[in-house]
């Protein structure tokens, strides 16, 4: 690929429908170069439709920077109720994963968004599992074990998909494991593959293998997939996303 320079991955990561985007992207997170976060920082107001990307760039390479750099655009120019309401939107939308708020510390993402998790709307208590999953926080993962047991199969489908997540950025996910294992016995497809998925990371492993006796038959073939490795894929939240 050769040396990367932050001068020419700015203007390459421009073009949205470049095929490498996802590699510019990683290599501006993973660059040392000293003035690349001013550089990106400059470039924000007149981004357009990559500032979203940059903003994560931001938030992947420092989680406790000032989240007021993401959270600015989409606040109102005056302070009051309005303010306020749009400000707690972005929290309810994939704007929050999109802009990388989701890992901004400062931003107080889990605080801000567990209480949807709960809420009445199927669509909202999804959005915020998925939320949750990106944040990188252990304290995520109460509200995201609650919606294993969501009456909407598309709920806690994403919910073991946001335990994969977190489990991938180093969260410990033990205390998932019995509602994981039952979520094996569900009807759709789709939960018992992102259930297992979960189940399939070596630290829940022997909890997977001890399940397996007991199962249907289509769900002992999915089990038995991600026994070999063979798991359903997580769908990318941001380009970039590995």
């Not at 020419?8 to 949205?16: H, M, S, T, V, Y």
């Not at 669509?123 to 915020?128: D, E, K, M, Y």
Request: aromatic share 6%.
């Amino acid at each position: 690929m050769g040396e990367f320079s932050s001068d020419r991955a700015l203007p390459e990561i421009r073009n949205w429908d470049a095929p490498d985007l996802s590699a510019h992207a990683r290599q501006l997170i993973d660059s040392n170069e000293p003035d690349v976060e001013e550089l990106i920082l400059d470039t924000l107001d007149d981004a357009g439709p990559l500032r979203p990307l940059l903003c994560r760039v931001l938030a992947e390479r420092n989680p406790d920077r000032d989240p007021d750099y993401a959270l600015r655009h989409f606040y109102a120019e005056t302070d009051g109720p309005v303010r306020r309401w749009l400000g707690q939107e972005v929290y309810r939308s994939p704007w929050v994963w999109l802009y990388g708020i989701t890992r901004l510390r400062g931003a107080n993402p889990v605080a801000r968004i567990t209480p949807d998790a709960t809420h009445w709307l199927a669509s909202r208590r999804r959005t915020a599992v998925i939320a949750l999953g990106d944040t990188a926080d252990p304290a995520a993962l109460p509200p995201v074990i609650g919606r294993l047991r969501d009456q909407k199969w598309w709920v806690r489908s994403q919910a073991a998909a946001a335990l994969r997540r977190l489990a991938r950025s180093g969260v410990q996910v033990g205390q998932a494991v019995d509602a994981l294992v039952r979520c094996l016995d569900h009807d759709r497809q789709e939960v018992v593959e992102q259930a297992a998925a979960a189940l399939a990371t070596p630290a829940l492993r022997t909890d997977l293998l001890y399940a397996r006796a007991t199962l249907m038959p289509l769900a002992g073939a999915i089990v038995d997939n991600a026994l070999d490795g063979v798991v359903a894929p997580l769908i990318p939240l941001w380009p970039g996303d590995a």
